[in-house]
């Protein structure tokens, strides 16, 4: 039925069932990426620090650590990473961990869209 209003809901593609647009970059990727934006110490990096919970969004577990973390950064905002993704040059995205399996989710997915143009 979504297929047919065009609609692609986001569990399709990501994982879990309640994933935000932040999970097709995947785990690993996301935490990287929130890592280089905020210019997070290495002390302080989510990539090396953080559990993903294989049931929780990456956004939510982001929240979490910045709101628990001794760090001295601010406050998070989901904006910062997205900006400095769009910001940043095709070889330092395809540095971070997990951009490959980024690059083939959104594959999955354009070739859905693409199929309905």
Do not use: W
Request: charged residues 25%.
């Amino acid at each position: 039925m979504f297929e047919r209003c065009h609609v692609f809901p986001l569990h399709k593609y990501a994982v879990p069932a309640t994933s935000t647009v932040e999970d097709l970059l995947g785990p690993r990727m996301y935490l990287a990426l929130t890592d280089d934006s905020y210019g997070l110490p290495r002390k302080y990096r989510l990539s090396r620090t953080v559990e993903q919970m294989p049931d929780e969004p990456v956004l939510k577990t982001v929240h979490n650590a910045f709101a628990t973390r001794q760090a001295k950064v601010a406050k998070f905002d989901p904006m910062i990473p997205a900006e400095y993704l769009f910001r940043s040059n095709h070889r330092r995205i395809e540095k971070l961990p997990g951009a490959d399996e980024a690059f083939a989710r959104f594959e999955t997915l354009f070739s859905g869209v693409n199929g309905i143009l």
